[in-house]
């Protein structure tokens, strides 16, 4: 892919088609929601895998992210961050495949 295109939270809850399946930038606090155990009993469209999931926040927008699993939750959790990653849509909600995480500067 090329460079990520560099928006807020904010524009992509407002026009999610327009960034679907791209990859972003967006800059936020990310919060820890916990680990998702997955399995054929569960109808979201998300891997099978245990997975590690957080709410990124701006103002007045969030999104949830997945594919925290490399992170220690322990440096990250509640820090601004700067996360790029894909624009997903899930049943309705929008959501980032995390691709990576820093702090902000």
Same mark, same amino acid.
């Given at each position: 892919?090329?460079?990520?295109?560099?928006?807020?939270?904010?524009?992509?809850?407002?026009?999610?088609?327009?960034?679907?399946?791209?990859?972003? =930038?967006?800059?936020?606090? $990310?919060? %820890?929601?916990?680990? &998702?155990?997955?399995?054929?009993? @569960?109808?979201?469209?998300?891997?099978?895998?245990?997975?590690?999931?957080?709410?990124?926040?701006? =103002?007045?927008?969030?999104? $949830?992210? %997945?594919?925290?699993? &490399?992170?220690?939750?322990?440096? @990250?959790?509640?820090?601004?961050?700067?996360?790029?990653?894909?624009?997903?849509?899930?049943?309705?909600?929008?959501?980032?495949?995390?691709?990576?995480?820093?702090?902000?500067?």
């Amino acid at each position: 892919m090329g460079s990520p295109i560099k928006t807020t939270l904010k524009e992509i809850v407002k026009n999610p088609d327009k960034y679907l399946g791209k990859e972003v =930038e967006v800059e936020g606090t $990310l919060t %820890y929601a916990g680990k &998702a155990p997955r399995g054929p009993v @569960y109808t979201i469209n998300l891997p099978q895998e245990e997975y590690c999931v957080g709410i990124l926040k701006s =103002e007045d927008a969030n999104i $949830l992210c %997945y594919g925290l699993e &490399a992170l220690s939750f322990c440096d @990250y959790d509640q820090q601004k961050v700067v996360i790029t990653g894909i624009v997903i849509k899930v049943h309705e909600t929008i959501a980032l495949r995390v691709l990576k995480v820093e702090f902000v500067r």
